[in-house]
């Protein structure tokens, strides 16, 4: 099974602060990332998708990838309490039926005000 | 449009029932898939549907089967439902195969 790791957390910000989400994959052939929010007792929402190196900027969220080093964060500018949630990494798995993906535990972030 | 649906919400089973969940999505999307999530697993890939008429195994499919009954539908099978399999399991669909859209989940229990 290729890996995706994300650090579980509880990470801690307090509000107006960046909050940095950090994920590592193993698949180098991995061609596509995204990262879900999740509030506790809901669905994962897909909130940014990044296919190339490099930055990919959406209001306060920025997604950035690097594949050299097999590594995709998420920054959230000026932290709000409603931001508090479980951010999912996923990636990409090309099989002989199409394709899915494979999706890190999650981390636990906390926006305190 | 109300994306992708799920029936039922909730359900109890005792261990042995058999039970059909049920998924639709309104997106004419090609792709569509089933999670399991339990606490410290993450989310766990169980079939996939990458177009209708199609159906794949994912990277828990024992104990499930599955029917993509046409483009929009897509629903997951308990044979005989066992205590490990107490989770909250979501459908979800997508365009391109890659961005996926979730369901609000079905929470089930099985004692």
């Known amino acids: 099974q290729k890996e995706v790791e994300q650090n579980s957390g509880p990470l801690s910000v307090p509000e107006g602060a960046i909050a940095s989400l950090n994920c590592t994959y193993s698949?180098?052939?991995?061609?596509?990332f995204f990262w879900y929010r999740q509030y506790s007792g809901k669905s994962p929402e897909l909130i940014m998708f990044?296919?190339?190196?490099g930055d990919k900027e959406d209001g306060r969220f920025t997604a950035q990838l690097n594949k050299a080093s097999q590594y995709v964060s998420l920054l959230i500018r000026d932290s709000q309490p409603s931001d508090s949630a479980t951010y999912l990494c996923?990636?990409?798995?090309?099989?002989?039926?199409?394709?899915?993906?494979?999706f890190g535990k999650g981390t636990s972030l906390l926006v305190t005000p | 449009n109300a994306g992708v649906t799920q029936t039922p919400k909730f359900q109890v089973l005792k261990t042995g029932q058999s039970m059909t969940l049920q998924c639709a999505q309104d997106?004419?999307?090609?792709?569509m898939y089933w999670y399991r999530q339990d606490p410290g697993m993450g989310l766990r890939l169980i079939y996939y549907?990458?177009?209708?008429?199609?159906?794949d195994k994912g990277e828990v499919p024992n104990g499930y089967n599955v029917s993509r009954l046409n483009k929009r539908e897509f629903s997951l099978r308990l044979e005989s439902a066992a205590p490990s399999q107490t989770s909250v399991y979501f459908c979800?669909?997508?365009?391109?195969?890659?961005?996926?859209?979730f369901g609000p989940g079905t929470r089930l229990t099985v004692t």
């Open positions: 979800a669909s997508g365009k391109t195969s890659l961005e996926q859209y």
């Open positions: 549907s990458a177009s209708e008429g199609t159906t």
């Open positions: 698949d180098r052939g991995s061609q596509s």
């Open positions: 996923a990636v990409n798995v090309i099989s002989n039926s199409g394709y899915a993906l494979n």
């Open positions: 997106m004419n999307h090609n792709s």
């Open positions: 990044i296919y190339s190196n």
